[in-house]
């Protein structure tokens, strides 16, 4: 479907009931060429959507629907907001021509084996990757841009949140050749919506509010084979990375910490300059993704409810490392706002409707 600048398309949501289905509607709600249709859940199916989602008043009186292939059928837009392994079935059964979204993990890796290893379960198979920033990178230059790949998909796999934040941090250095991509450490902090919406036991109050806790340690997060092949469409032709996870008690955000060695031949006392060049070039003409002004630090509130990646960038002379910080809200460019500014490209829609780049302060 391509859209013309006065239609809008009709939109279901399978798993509306969770939290990246309800970010997706409050995105969906005012978004210009857009109009909400059948919305699905599965434990809450038969009840409202404002007894779910409070917040989303236009849409409160919507009743939500049992997830099927038929409740979803006859609109142009599907998204899939389900646990992973939930929505390669239900996909498989949708009219080719219908624009899906999914919101999960099961169409994002391409390698069979990854999937098999870090999920243990048959794979879906790979859709057309929605991180519109995704450098095209080979010999240490840029030849394109994730986004090309979009324009007039009827697949999408939007990425994961973690993946989303470390990717954009890491991969101006890993495309322009100036950091090793085989020695890559990446820690972050995490909101708790992270997790979902379902009950979990590591996740309650009492033990949530007033500490941070690690987890997935050691090598075994999901998000690892997924960042390896962006960086890997960037340029990297091995990539090692470290990364661990850690729990902080807010809603929302994600603040990653990434550093990579820089490469042999940079003289770490004199790189800072280059290097502050090669992101400010890979971000100068991106709507969502900012490297911010030298010296200041992102924040997760700066971005809080924006679909905006903020970015800094430091060489650590002493360590011989480069540096980045990059904070998004999980939910909005690590989930549903990205996957709008997917389909925005995906529907030939400009890439910004309906979405904005300004957080919630203070
Ligand atoms: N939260 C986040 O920040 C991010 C989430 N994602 C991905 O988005 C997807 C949804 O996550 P999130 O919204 O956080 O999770 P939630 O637990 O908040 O929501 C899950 C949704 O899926 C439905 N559901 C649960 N079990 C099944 C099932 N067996 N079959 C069909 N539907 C089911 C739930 O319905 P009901 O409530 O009625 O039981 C609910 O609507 C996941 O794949 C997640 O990994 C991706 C990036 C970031
Ligand atoms: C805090 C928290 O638990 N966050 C989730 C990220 C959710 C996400 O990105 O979803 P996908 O699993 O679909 O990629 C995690 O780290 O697994």
């Known amino acids: 479907m391509h859209m013309t600048s006065t239609q809008r398309a009709r939109v279901a949501v399978a798993g509306a009931s969770g939290y990246a289905g309800g970010e997706f509607l409050r995105l969906a709600a005012n978004h210009p060429h857009l109009a909400v249709g059948a919305l699905t859940a599965h434990s809450n199916a038969g009840a409202s959507l404002g007894s779910l989602h409070p917040h989303l008043r236009s849409l409160a009186d919507r009743v939500l629907a049992p997830t099927s292939v038929e409740a979803l059928a006859g609109h142009d837009v599907v998204v899939l907001a389900l646990p992973h392994g939930a929505s390669g079935a239900i996909a498989a059964q949708l009219p080719d021509d219908v624009l899906v979204l999914d919101l999960g993990a099961d169409h994002r890796l391409t390698s069979p084996a990854a999937?098999?290893?870090f999920y243990g379960s048959p794979h879906a198979g790979s859709w057309p990757y929605g991180l519109p920033e995704l450098l095209h990178a080979s010999g240490?230059?840029?030849t394109g841009r994730q986004r090309d790949v979009l324009?007039?998909?009827t697949r999408v796999a939007v990425p994961g949140c973690n993946v989303t934040a470390v990717t954009l941090g890491l991969q101006p250095g890993v495309a322009a050749g100036i950091v090793e991509a085989?020695?890559?450490?990446?820690?972050?902090?995490?909101?708790?919506s992270g997790a979902g919406k379902a009950l979990k036991t590591h996740l309650l109050a009492s033990e949530a509010l007033g500490s941070a806790a690690p987890y997935a340690v050691g090598g075994t997060h999901r998000h690892i084979p997924e960042i390896r092949q962006n960086l890997a469409v960037a340029g990297a032709e091995d990539v090692t990375l470290s990364f661990t996870p850690t729990l902080v008690p807010m809603a929302r955000g994600i603040l990653a910490t990434a550093t990579a060695r820089l490469a042999p031949g940079?003289?770490?006392?004199?790189?800072?300059?280059a290097v502050r060049d090669v992101w400010e070039r890979a971000y100068a003409d991106?709507?969502?993704v900012h490297l911010l002004p030298e010296g200041q630090w992102p924040t997760t509130a700066m971005t809080l409810g924006a679909n905006t990646a903020l970015i800094q960038v430091a060489v650590d002379a002493a360590a011989g490392r480069v540096v980045t910080v990059t904070a998004i809200d999980n939910l909005v460019k690590g989930t549903a706002g990205g996957a709008v500014?997917?389909?925005n490209l995906a529907l030939g829609l400009p890439e910004t409707a309906g979405l904005i780049t300004e957080g919630v302060a203070p």
């Open 115 to 117: 999937w098999e290893q």
């Open 140 to 142: 240490g230059a840029v």
């Open 151 to 153: 324009h007039g998909a």
């Open 182 to 192: 085989r020695d890559l450490v990446a820690v972050l902090a995490n909101g708790y």
């Open 266 to 273: 940079l003289d770490p006392a004199t790189a800072a300059d």
């Open 286 to 288: 991106e709507p969502f």
């Open 341 to 343: 500014q997917s389909l």
